[in-house]
């Protein structure tokens, strides 16, 4: 099978190379070690940073459920995705879980297809429930118990 | 051998989630770098590269407006773009293999999954450097090279009729 449009392959110089001048010799340890220092700092920061997170989300959810439509949709998505990528990193992986199957249901489901809102506040009400109880592991029964059901549901209106 | 000068790197920032930017900053200023910039939208950033011209760029997937992959095609096609070569991390929570070949194709160079860890940073950085990939021009395409790393140990189909190498060196 060959592709049947010419292509052009070349190596432009390496510039990034030239500026930061040293050798290769691994992972440089110390610049990694100074590194997560500064996130362990950080750390006091998450549990702020998680808020303002839920509250987004919630503020996306009520714009949606006040005017439905592709705008207030694709914000509902950008809240639950950029959500479901921060929260692992703020010590909620619960939560990146519940916000991923949101995700995937606004994501998956055809644009066309009515977004249910019941649904959607299933997720929200869980997320919010996780941040007030501070469920920061996996091994929360009745979280993990929600979480499961709500991927469950989620598969079901995709037909997954 | 020596460390690497990451001091003398400008690195350009793009989420506009600012607690995300935050945390990235805080690794690449733990790394060294000094010049850094950031950007909370796609329309600011390509603002901060035409008048910046940084040497790497880390950005964020999903973003109101310029998307991330709108802006890594801009970088790399736009006749106003500073320099069509430069390196493009890019920090998702997209991880199915259908996004990350829709991001490859846009042009990215690396990728970093979120949860965004120390470790991934640092290698995908050192990635950039090391081993930066070949570019590839076709009527369709204009990008570092999607076949990882053009391995010599690749044994699949050989898909391209034409292939011409320019060392630009």
Redesign the interface.
Known sequence: MSRQQPIELFMPPNMLKAKVGGSFVGLDMAAINRAEAAMEELKNEFASWAQDDVRRLVAARDAFAAEPGSATRAGLLRAAHDMKGQAATFNYPLIARVAGSLSRLIHDLPETTELSLGLVDAHVNAIHVIYRDKVMDMSNKVALALSNELEARVAEVLGS | ??????D??KILVVD??V??R??VV??L????VIQIFEAESGERAWAILRESNP??VVLDW???GLSGLDLVQMIRTDSQTPNP?V?VIM????THIDRVRQARDAGINEFIA???S??V???RL?S???N?R???????YFGP?RRRRGSPEYRG?????????????
Do not use: W
């Not at chain 2, 051998?1 to 990451?6: C, E, N, P, Q």
């Not at chain 2, 070949?134 to 369709?140: D, Q």
């Open positions: 051998m020596s460390a690497y000068r990451f003398r790197l506009d989630n607690h995300m935050k945390l805080t690794i200023q733990a790394f060294g040497d790497v999903m973003m109101e070569f390196p920090l998702t929570g997209h979120k949860p965004v120390v470790k940073m640092m290698s050192m950039v450097i090391e930066p070949p570019f590839v021009r076709t009527k369709s090279c189909p050989e898909r391209r009729t034409e292939k011409t190498i320019l060392a630009a060196e």
